[in-house]
């Protein structure tokens, strides 16, 4: 697996045109509520931001994605019984999730709902250090991302470190995605100002280093392609998979330089939604993506 080097300049460029940057809406980046509300809700769908080595066994709602299938089914949640707290988190078992959403009693979709509830729980006895206050722990970063990125490194669903030939290789996808989609849901206050959000690396998952090999800036071993388009179980941890995201993650930090060169200005969590958004689009949907049952993306 590697980086087409020559591809780059050409891929930064169409990162900047206006018919290469795909707009979609993010339930998990639009408020809720009041502060409180808002934050609670951006966390907890982090908190649960994983799952999609599972999609393709879940019970989708139509026209919908595995992510935007539960995005909605929480925020139905919220508007019909309130806001989520931290007390609520912490009775969560499996028969509430399959309330929340909605999944088939299978062996796999049953097997995702109870990491939900694990991780719903988990979010629930952290947040009670904060005097179960979301916004106590949104302001207890002191407007720092990597102190965010920190502090839910307590949780061990978040604590996204591989390990590779001997080497600890950090990824951190829903802890630093939080930090992003705070920023966003909070633009117009306090609560979404992050100082350093420009070090955020791409949130590595399944779907944006996919983009990149479909268009070219990846490169994926023949042997490695043909178990993706069978949809192997890609084992989390192991060297293939370990490899899509970090090699991913590296082709984005060299598409945020190359974006700078031409004169222009892109976080790398901003290019990061822009090919995840993308990657809705048919020609990527038609290729099968990588598939890991993990409970970091």
């Known amino acids: 697996m590697h980086i087409d080097h020559d591809q780059l300049?050409?891929?930064?460029?169409?990162?900047?045109?206006?018919?290469?940057?795909?707009?979609?809406?993010?339930?998990g980046r639009q408020r809720i509520g009041d502060d409180e509300s808002a934050a609670a809700f951006v966390i907890t769908l982090d908190a649960i931001n994983f799952g999609s080595g599972y999609f393709p066994y879940l019970r989708k709602r139509d026209g919908m994605s595995?992510?935007?299938?539960?995005?909605?089914a929480l925020r139905e949640r919220v508007t019909s019984h309130g806001p989520i707290t931290g007390a609520w988190l912490r009775t969560v078992?499996?028969?509430?999730?399959?309330?929340?959403?909605?999944?088939?009693?299978?062996?796999?979709?049953?097997?995702?709902?109870?990491l939900f509830a694990a991780a719903l729980r988990d979010l629930g006895v952290f947040v009670d250090g904060f005097d179960d206050s979301f916004v106590a722990f949104?302001?207890?970063?002191?407007?720092?991302?990597?102190?965010?990125?920190?502090?839910?490194?307590r949780m061990p669903f978040f604590r996204d470190v591989a390990t590779y030939r001997g080497l600890s290789i950090p990824i951190y996808k829903r802890a630093q995605i939080t930090a992003f989609d705070l920023a966003q849901a909070f633009a117009a206050n306090e609560l979404g100002r992050f100082d350093d959000l420009p070090r955020l690396t791409m949130?590595?998952?399944?779907?944006?280093?996919?983009?990149?090999?479909?268009?070219?800036?990846?490169?994926?071993?023949?042997?490695?392609?043909?178990?993706?388009?069978?949809?192997?179980?890609?084992?989390?941890?192991?060297?293939?998979?370990v490899e899509?995201?970090?090699?991913?993650?590296?082709?984005?930090?060299?598409?945020?330089?190359a974006v700078t060169s031409l004169g222009a200005s892109m976080t790398s969590g901003e290019i990061d939604s822009?090919?995840?958004?993308?990657?809705?689009g048919a020609r990527y949907k038609a290729i099968p993506r990588h598939r890991s049952r993990t409970v970091f993306y």
């Open 9 to 27: 300049g050409t891929f930064a460029d169409t990162l900047l045109r206006p018919d290469g940057q795909v707009a979609g809406e993010d339930p």
């Open 203 to 241: 949130f590595a998952d399944n779907l944006v280093p996919h983009v990149l090999r479909v268009d070219g800036v990846l490169r994926f071993s023949d042997d490695l392609v043909a178990r993706i388009d069978r949809v192997d179980d890609i084992e989390a941890g192991s060297e293939p998979e």
């Open 138 to 153: 949104v302001r207890s970063s002191h407007h720092s991302a990597a102190n965010l990125v920190e502090q839910l490194d």
């Open 274 to 280: 822009v090919l995840w958004n993308r990657g809705a």
């Open 66 to 72: 595995g992510y935007h299938t539960v995005a909605a």
């Open 93 to 114: 078992d499996v028969a509430t999730c399959n309330e929340i959403f909605d999944q088939p009693d299978t062996e796999l979709a049953q097997e995702l709902m109870g």
């Open 244 to 257: 899509i995201r970090a090699v991913g993650l590296h082709a984005v930090e060299l598409l945020q330089h």
